[in-house]
């Protein structure tokens, strides 16, 4: 089982990216999707969210600023990060999860700074 994600980076506030996540050794549209990310000196937390059927929820803090998306055919999930603030400053964590089973990526570093 792999999880690997990209396209984080330095971006300078109110700017965007756009993360992937490629899933393999697992079947991929069976699983909810999720990106949690980990600042500096804080807990984990969780970003957002989309179910094998295709429903999303997202933190307080990102609504109407981060979309989660996935292409089932890719084995990829998606997200699209705009309006991007210092705060968002973090590792984002991709994971994959279905009943009792759980899979991490390695982290992609996302750091918004002028």
């Known amino acids: 089982v792999q999880l690997v994600e990209s396209g984080g980076g330095l971006v300078q506030p109110g700017g965007s990216l756009r993360l992937s996540c490629a899933a393999s050794?697992?079947?991929?549209?069976?699983?909810?999707m999720s990106w949690y990310r980990q600042a500096p000196g804080k807990e984990r937390e969780l970003v957002a969210r989309i179910t094998s059927g295709g429903s999303t929820n997202y933190a307080d803090s990102v609504k109407g600023r981060f979309t989660i998306s996935r292409d089932n055919a890719k084995s990829t999930v998606y997200l699209q990060m705009n309006s991007l603030k210092p705060e968002d400053t973090a590792v984002y964590y991709c994971n994959g999860d279905r009943i009792l089973r759980q899979y991490w990526g390695k982290g992609t570093l996302v750091t918004v700074s002028s």
């Open positions: 050794g697992f079947t991929f549209s069976s699983y909810a």
